[in-house]
């Protein structure tokens, strides 16, 4: 995947799990939670659906790393490059 | 007596499948129109059910409905009506003295099928187990999505009473306030389960599930073709408070409760039992202090098997055997059985005839099964009473479990 089609995963993701917010404005460099009502049950479900579809684990550790959309384009290339 | 010690109901909110709000489901009571629809369920394919068609979004977010459970909606959507019909101003509330008291048949069947089907998809790995799963299946879950919705920081928890749960949440809010525990009840029952095809499933094992070709004919209790239960979802809640509180705010109220009761078979597991139901409405009707003659309607609880509807008429026969004025309905014919809601809903269904004096009928009788006959059992059409003053609402469930509640015109 490239860092674009990354982005628009998580994006896709988020759309899922916060339904309510307006996706289009998010920045890419801001924490996620300073943008958007998300809550550590959220970045559970983020997660999880990084599992689901992607089959891609993100240890608990790593949390930090999906801050923003930026720092997750960053942590999952890697992860997605053969996806 | 003293009004601090007398309970009304001052606001009602439901979502019936027949109905969305109280004027829209007893209008249908009335024309005879039912809420029984054909319903896709997970394994079995198409099933009768009753279905609610209320608008989740009317009170929550998007991610509240998907955080949370179909019980935890049809709570929330009730409560919030129940206030809003009460005219209760809820900003100058003080929410440590509102008290959330929900009947429930069960809670977390749909949820932890769904989690199942979830994994499934993944070969059963466990990882793929939602963290979600634990705070939607709790037993308090439906009653405490109520509170964080609406800010209420008083009690919360849901009432586990089978089929007799409806009166016994409102029983529980009557009884919080007598003990002076808060000042707003927000009290009556919710169901989810027609989301999990267990329900159908085991109802069926036990040959215990209604089939007919017209969902509209399906739920058919006394009649002698009945030849089972309809499942359906919904809810109903009653904002209760003492006297004096009501009308010190100079709240409508819809009825007094004057008496109530729940007893236990102790016989058995599934099948019901006529003399503990004789004994609970003889003990509802002593705690009002009036006689079965004073009644003007009994809600039947009713549910359409052979055996259950004989054993209650069985019962009724017994309470009310010299009570010509006293007249009988069941509202399970309209909207198939509600499970934690249907008590409440069916009570709810017949508060209106303190006001119009009509007691609306059981529909789907075409022919009386003449071990259901009780005088002056309302069949198929309304019928108006000069005057009502008492209504009997009666309730029973699995393991046993029964609960009477009596509601007086104010």
């Keep these: 995947m490239t860092n674009e089609q990354i982005r628009q995963a998580v994006l896709q993701i988020i759309s899922v799990i916060a339904p309510d917010e307006e996706l289009t404005h998010v920045k890419s460099d801001v924490p996620l939670r300073d943008q958007l009502e998300l809550d550590s049950m959220d970045f559970l479900d983020i997660v999880m659906e990084l599992r689901k579809r992607y089959s891609v684990e993100v240890p608990e550790a790593d949390y930090g790393q999906l801050a923003s959309l930026d720092s997750c384009v960053t942590y999952l290339a890697p992860k997605l490059k053969d996806k | ?410």
């Design chain 2, 1 to 410: 007596m003293n009004h601090h010690r007398r309970i009304v109901i001052t606001g009602i909110g439901l979502t019936s499948p027949n109905g969305n709000t109280l004027a829209e489901y007893r209008a249908n009571l009335l024309k005879g129109v039912s809420g029984v629809v054909w319903f896709e369920t997970r394994y079995m394919g198409k099933v009768l059910a009753g279905v609610c068609t209320y608008d989740p979004l009317k009170y929550q977010m998007k991610k509240e409905v998907r955080r949370g459970t179909r019980a935890g909606s049809i709570s929330i959507y009730c409560c919030q009506e129940a206030v809003a019909d009460a005219k209760l101003d809820v900003p100058a509330l003080d929410k440590n003295r509102v008290g959330v008291y929900l009947g429930i048949t069960e809670h977390g069947n749909v949820e932890t099928e769904n989690e199942i089907y979830n994994i499934s998809q993944f070969n059963y790995d466990t990882k793929f187990w939602s963290h979600h799963h634990n705070p939607r299946t709790v037993a308090n879950s439906p009653a405490g999505e109520v509170t964080l919705n609406m800010g209420i920081t008083g009690p919360h928890y849901t009432i586990g009473a089978a089929c007799a749960a409806g009166n016994a949440g409102v029983i529980q809010g009557a009884q919080m306030l007598l003990l002076d525990e808060v000042d707003v009840a927000l009290a009556g029952g919710v169901s989810e389960s027609i989301h999990t095809f267990g329900i159908f499933a085991s109802f069926a094992s036990q040959n215990a599930l209604a089939s007919h070709s017209d969902p509209t004919k399906a739920s058919r209790p006394f009649d002698r073709d009945r030849n089972g239960i309809v499942c359906s979802e919904g809810g109903c809640v009653f904002v209760l408070e003492r006297l004096d509180h009501a009308e010190a705010r100079g709240a409508r109220i819809y009825g007094e409760i004057v008496g109530y009761h729940m007893n236990s078979d102790a016989s058995d597991f599934v099948l019901p039992n006529a003399l503990r139901h004789v004994e609970c409405m003889q003990t509802a009707l002593k705690r009002a202090g009036i006689a079965p003659q004073d009644i003007d309607i009994v809600s039947t609880h009713a549910t359409a098997t052979p055996l259950g509807d004989i054993q209650e008429c069985q019962a009724l026969r017994t309470v009310f055997a010299d009570c010509p004025k006293t007249h009988f309905n069941n509202t399970k014919s309209f909207i198939g059985h509600a499970m934690g809601a249907a008590g409440a809903l069916e009570l709810a269904g017949n508060l209106p005839a303190f006001d119009d004096g009509v007691v609306h009928p059981t529909i789907n009788v075409d022919h009386l099964d003449p071990q259901c006959e009780v005088p002056n059992l309302v069949l198929n059409t309304p019928k108006k009473l000069p005057r009502v003053d008492y209504i009997l609402n009666n309730s029973s469930g699995m393991l046993g479990i029964n609960s009477v509640v009596i509601v007086k015109r104010v």
